[in-house]
């Protein structure tokens, strides 16, 4: 199914970026910035990229969302940022980083290499890092070599917050603490813990409770190490998996989906030594259980 254009009728007359932070529902600052600066946000008929235009009671606003959708999928590209080296997108839930031998298509790579080479054919994009499929959230892609190797090779020295929201089954009754193991792999890919030092990849993983309510707990969890699936795996470890995670011992499945979703990525840029902060909204469905 295609995006519909979102249409919006001024009442009193406003600055046209604070008008779409009011109005635009669910989509970061960024990523209204970004709709903004490729033209995709018109004002009675005409495409306007000043932050600053004057909006004049009456006025029809409408944003192009379909300026940025894939034709061939049912999935919006929800742009955070971009610039000259990097990508930084709010990844739903149920899509692929990477292509797998099943799939091809439905992946991050090719929806972001798709959304670029319409530009420029010579275009390319690079993974840096990857989400479980079922996981939303940030996600960070390098569009060139150069920052591809200069993210990775310096990876833990660079990130300096890695944050995600998970929903848990249960009331978690310690309002925070830290989970740490050693994460080893079955020959059926099932991640596991061992407690043995140096038994496989080390895993650290903080967590705080934000709240409880019925049979779920709302966490705030930061990682040290990003390890295959290792919050996954550490909620399952003090018997609270996250909701829809059958995998890892979950019983409820109240959204539909993992209770899962990588909402802040910090890093230092390798080449600008800039700070990058980037966040992607909690999921709705997420709140309605809270």
Do not use: C
Request: hydrophobic share 35%.
């Amino acid at each position: 199914m295609k995006k519909k254009d979102s249409v919006f009728i001024v009442e009193s007359e406003s600055l046209l970026l604070p008008f779409l932070l009011l109005n635009v529902k669910n989509k970061s600052k960024n990523n209204i910035k970004s709709q903004l600066a490729r033209g995709n946000v018109l004002v009675g008929g005409k495409s306007i990229t000043k932050h600053d235009y004057m909006l004049q009671k009456g006025q029809k606003v409408i944003i192009k969302w379909s300026q940025i959708y894939d034709k061939d999928y049912e999935e919006v590209l929800d742009i955070i940022y971009e610039d000259k080296d990097i990508i930084v997108i709010n990844k739903p839930a149920g899509l692929l980083s990477v292509s797998t031998n099943n799939e091809h298509k439905n992946t991050v790579y090719h929806m972001v290499m798709t959304y670029l080479k319409r530009n420029n054919l010579k275009n390319r994009i690079y993974i840096v890092h990857r989400l479980d499929r079922e996981t939303s959230g940030v996600l960070l892609l390098a569009k060139n070599e150069k920052i591809k190797f200069a993210l990775q090779d310096n990876w833990s020295e660079l990130v300096s917050i890695r944050g995600y929201i998970a929903i848990v089954e249960g009331n978690v009754e310690q309002d925070e603490g830290i989970i740490k193991s050693w994460l080893k792999e079955t020959s059926t890919l099932l991640v596991y813990s061992s407690h043995k030092t140096g038994d496989g990849q080390e895993a650290i993983t903080h967590y705080k409770k934000i709240r409880s309510r019925g049979k779920y707990s709302l966490l705030d969890i930061r990682l040290d190490t990003g390890r295959k699936n290792q919050i996954r795996v550490h909620m399952k470890d003090i018997k609270h998996s996250i909701v829809g995670d059958k995998k890892y011992g979950s019983k409820l499945d109240p959204l539909k989906r993992l209770g899962l979703h990588a909402n802040i990525l910090e890093f230092k840029h390798p080449l600008s030594k800039k700070i990058m902060h980037f966040e992607a909204p909690i999921p709705e469905e997420f709140k309605s259980l809270f």
